[in-house]
């Protein structure tokens, strides 16, 4: 397998290897609350999780849950996928006629992972295995074998930040995912850049915190990839225990962001009004009721909303298609459209924010 040190630092990768392959030994290790709590899990991905093996269980070190809705079928890329949790979450969602591929670089936690093939397969009654585990950058997708326009979603779950060249990873991601997929991934952010005393501490980096990006960075790498329009679907402040890494953090203030992006043409840089209405039919697995696209669009299921040409196009123009009727088109203009209040997710208002 080749190397992706020309354009990354070494000393990086070979440090986030040694955290997570040896020196963390499961989530109680760590020193900040960057992993996720059963509670933020959906309650059907929560029944799922009953059936994955302890030893995939024991050693997650994410900030989210980063799986969304409505995936049967679908080709799904898992980056930094560890000892296998969400890859086998996705599996079980994917259902057969779907595919995972878990890609990480720490052979330990690809040891845990392969080695339970078998019996998750088992577990979920499957005849034949749709997951595949391999090692490999996820600076570089094309090495792993990840082909253009091949994969229907993206998920990662608080591994981008540990890569020193996250433009890279961005764009690799962007070519692997066909028109109309979907990047579903929660990482961690910082309120400003952060310091290189920081970035280069091991355990700042292997906590998710020394490689945090700055929020305002990341909108402009995305916006370079043609992607103008992303959307936040949670927003988590970090508690640091440690008082070592409390130090070396002083002001800056960090936060867990589960974030979607759609590879669409169609996007504009804001919100624009043409009109249109989105009824959700309710069809989602899991979400009879209610489908939340993002922090302040929540659909009820049979009631209208008017939108913006942007979340039609999100709603309309991929896999969620089928389960959304969107009245209108892009042929009459009437200027911009607020988008802080269409929709309102009653429950944002109590979301935390730090970034």
Request: glycine share 10%; with cysteine.
């Amino acid at each position: 397998m080749a190397s992706v040190t020309d354009t990354t630092t070494s000393e990086e990768i070979a440090n986030a290897k040694e955290y997570y392959g040896k020196i963390l030994t499961g989530t109680d290790d760590l020193k900040t609350s960057a992993c996720c709590s059963m509670a933020s899990i959906p309650e059907h991905h929560r029944e799922i999780l009953k059936l994955i093996d302890d030893e995939i269980l024991d050693r997650v070190y994410g900030c989210g849950s980063p799986i969304p809705p409505a995936i049967e079928g679908c080709t799904v890329l898992d980056l930094g996928c560890g000892t296998g949790r969400d890859a086998y979450l996705a599996s079980r969602l994917v259902g057969e006629t779907g595919r995972v591929i878990g890609l990480d670089m720490t052979d330990e936690q690809l040891a845990v992972a392969r080695k339970h093939v078998d019996g998750q397969m088992e577990r979920f009654g499957y005849k034949q295995t749709n997951v595949d585990f391999r090692k490999g950058y996820i600076e570089d997708l094309a090495e792993a074998g990840i082909e253009d326009a091949s994969v229907d979603l993206v998920i990662s779950n608080c591994v981008i930040n540990l890569s020193p060249d996250k433009g890279r990873v961005l764009r690799e991601i962007w070519r692997v995912l066909k028109p109309g997929g979907e990047l579903y991934f929660s990482d961690v952010y910082a309120d400003r850049r952060v310091p290189a005393a920081v970035k280069a501490d091991p355990v700042m980096h292997g906590e998710c915190l020394g490689g945090a990006l700055y929020v305002e960075d990341f909108r402009r790498i995305m916006r370079d990839l043609g992607c103008l329009d992303y959307r936040v679907t949670g927003n988590s402040p970090i508690e640091i225990t440690d008082p070592d890494v409390l130090k070396l953090a002083g002001d800056i203030r960090f936060c867990s962001l589960t974030i979607r992006a759609f590879k669409l043409d169609s996007l504009e840089d804001i919100c624009e009004d043409f009109g249109q209405e989105a009824v959700y039919r309710g069809t989602m697995p899991g979400h009879p009721r209610s489908f939340e696209l993002d922090d302040h669009h929540h659909f009820q299921a049979g009631k209208p909303m008017l939108v913006c040409g942007n979340t039609a196009a999100m709603l309309g123009e991929t896999r969620y298609a089928e389960h959304f009727d969107i009245t209108g088109d892009r042929s009459v203009h009437y200027g911009p459209f607020d988008c802080s209040t269409d929709g309102i997710n009653p429950r944002a208002d109590d979301a935390a924010s730090c970034c």
